[in-house]
């Protein structure tokens, strides 16, 4: 019986991280989802959020955006669009992102594409401000 996950977070652009964990933190669709070895195989949705990975080195977090996470007894498989280190971030431009996103929001029409791109926005830039 494996007592670590194998945890890969992958950009398009790039691998985030690749490594062993004893335990993760995924921001899945309906809320947060706490990853450990021997877990149930599934196949989740994620949102913008805070990703924590905890390994022999201590606690890691990134905030990854929308993508899908692949898990298993023993692997963990995190495809996101985006992936930003938590220490690396700039709280006071995520917080115009997001203000600059809610005023999108409050004035194009709810079933435009402006708006769509507006609401993902918003999303991650509230995750990053959280983070």
Same mark, same amino acid.
């Given at each position: 019986? +494996?007592?670590? %996950? &194998?945890?890969?977070? =992958?950009?398009?652009?790039? !691998?985030?991280? +690749?490594?062993?964990?004893?335990?993760? /933190?995924l921001p899945a669709w309906e809320g947060e989802m706490g990853i450990y070895p021997q877990h149930d195989a599934v196949l989740t949705l994620l949102r913008a959020g805070r990703c924590v990975v905890t390994d022999a080195d201590?606690?890691? &977090? $990134?905030?990854?955006? !929308?993508?899908?996470?692949? =898990?298993?007894?023993?692997?963990?498989?995190? %495809?996101?669009?985006?992936?930003?280190?938590?220490?690396?971030?700039?709280?006071? @431009?995520?917080?115009?992102?997001?203000?600059?996103?809610? @005023?999108? /929001?409050?004035?194009?029409?709810?079933?435009?594409? !402006? $708006?769509? *791109?507006?609401?993902?926005?918003?999303?991650?830039?509230?995750? !990053?401000? *959280?983070?």
């Amino acid at each position: 019986m +494996s007592t670590t %996950l &194998q945890v890969e977070i =992958v950009t398009p652009e790039a !691998r985030a991280f +690749s490594g062993p964990a004893s335990e993760v /933190l995924l921001p899945a669709w309906e809320g947060e989802m706490g990853i450990y070895p021997q877990h149930d195989a599934v196949l989740t949705l994620l949102r913008a959020g805070r990703c924590v990975v905890t390994d022999a080195d201590g606690v890691h &977090q $990134w905030v990854v955006g !929308r993508g899908f996470a692949e =898990v298993g007894p023993d692997r963990v498989t995190i %495809l996101t669009d985006s992936c930003e280190i938590s220490s690396g971030i700039d709280k006071a @431009q995520a917080a115009s992102d997001a203000a600059a996103a809610e @005023q999108v /929001l409050a004035t194009a029409d709810v079933s435009s594409e !402006r $708006w769509r *791109q507006a609401k993902i926005a918003a999303e991650h830039a509230h995750a !990053r401000m *959280q983070a």
